[in-house]
């Protein structure tokens, strides 16, 4: 699945953490900010793709070529370590590691309300992180044959092919609205605690439903290993299937949205 889902997705799914965690109290826009770099992380492992690399990190590190890295079986390879949950955990651990989690666990006298607050940003990020395995276990299982999510197992899980690698707008706008719906989520007051724990875990809940849902109208399979001889013949099925779920405006302006984007999208 594209970047800009799993970073919306990220933020979506740090922002619902931190509410669960400290409810009204919760610092909304940095754990969305957490979230979406748990949901940028994974993808870190497309890096050897990027131009330059070659003649760069990879001839420093002698890993070359990027593109045969990238579509390999190495554990640096794509949809390998990174899209594991060891490294899901080890990420956040990192991240609870930094902002001082130990010293609130186990420093001079425990603290139960610094823990709880330096939880949320490692919280945030694994949130983040998750539900970026969970998008690409429905996306083609391709030369990977899924996600190395196990690791360090062999096994590969997902590449289900439910859907398409880009141009899934319309989990893009779904996942938008629930940011846009966790914005109004935060403004529910501290007097109300168990609403405000709530609401944004049946936020969540909701735009994973329609996720579901909306994965379920999709008519086109999207299975495949190996490499696809039809690979832009899917990837206008996708977008065929994007104009009959989407209003026509609501298409239109997806697509230049999409076109005006540096990445794929
Ligand atoms: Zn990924």
Known sequence: MDIF???VAGGLAGGCAALMIRGATARVAAACSWGALGGFLPDIDAATRVPGFDASIGRWLQLQPGE?????????????FTHSLVAALGAALVVAGLLGLE???????????????VLVAP?????????????????????????????????????WGWAWWFNNYDLFLVQLAGLAGLGLVSLVPRTRPVLARALPASLLALVLLVCSALLQLREHDYAYRGHAPDYWALEEASLDEQRRILPPELYELMIGFDAAMPLPF
């Open 103 to 117: 010293r609130a666990v186990l420093g001079a006298g425990y603290d139960r309300a610094r823990t709880v607050r």
């Open 123 to 159: 919280s945030a990020l694994l949130a983040g992180y998750l539900l970026h395995l969970v998008g690409d276990l429905v996306t083609p299982a391709s030369v990977w044959g899924g996600v190395q999510l196990l690791w360090p197992l062999d096994t590969m899980v997902g590449g």
């Open 5 to 7: 889902t799993h970073v």
């Open 68 to 80: 045969l890295i990238y579509a390999g079986g190495e554990w640096y390879s794509h949809h390998h």
